[in-house]
């Protein structure tokens, strides 16, 4: 299979793309500017492709989709990609992957990180700064991405959309301190990614482990579904096409 793994410089998305090289898949990472980029360099010595944008310009994930969509079609994405604090946490945890989803052609398969700190993201779209002029809220932001998943589960039956929460695990993000399972943290998502084993194949589940969870009610809220994908698309100027 052909998977992209978004920002795969480090922590679970640099694990992700070890263990698809490692499986024999042809996998393109992705690094934010030339400079994580080059540290990349072990990983595309060994086959692997590389795209290189800043996911919180969208120009630049307007650039990324259309050099991929240039290419041989990919089988699948993970959404790895994220912030936790600052201005660019609504940029890449929700507007990357939403764009990347809408403007990729090929992928039938999408997998995004999501987290427990959902539960504490607030199900309201009123007033949310999507183009990061002030620092966001990261679970409202996770909270966002899993409805996202549950509405394409709905609505592109074309597509298989998953969420996976990785847990708290010891990358930069997480901290040192971190209690989770860092060797964990990746292996669901690569599971979905390219799996044919049919849990992997029912759309539209949240993950923890290779468990599947029940999300925060708000996300089968199909009202909740429905305005968040008119939000995105009006936000965007890019709607998703029809499944």
Known sequence: ?????????????????????????????HA????????????????????????????????????????????AVIHNAGVYTGRPVMPVNVIAPYLLTALLAGPRRHVYLSSGSHYGGRATLQGVDWRGTAPGSYGDSKLYVTT?????????????????????VPTRMGGPDAPDDLDLGHRTQVWLATSDDPDALASGGYWYHR?????????????????????????????????
């Open 1 to 29: 299979m052909r998977i992209l793994v978004t920002g795969s410089a480090e922590g679970l998305g640099l694990a992700a793309v070890e263990a698809l090289l490692a499986q024999g898949h042809d996998v393109v990472a």
């Open 32 to 75: 934010r500017n030339e400079d994580r980029a080059a540290g990349l360099a072990a990983l595309t010595a060994r086959g692997a492709g590389l795209v290189v944008g800043d996911l919180e310009q969208r120009d630049a994930v307007t650039r990324i989709a259309d050099e991929l969509n240039a290419a041989e079609p990919l089988d």
């Open 148 to 168: 996202l998943v549950a509405a394409l589960a709905r609505t592109r039956l074309d597509l298989l959309a998953s969420a996976v929460d990785p847990g708290w």
């Open 211 to 243: 468990q599947r969870r029940e999300p925060h009610d708000a996300v089968h809220d199909t009202a909740f579904q429905d305005d968040l994908l008119r939000v995105l698309a009006d936000e965007t100027g890019v709607p998703l096409p029809a499944g």
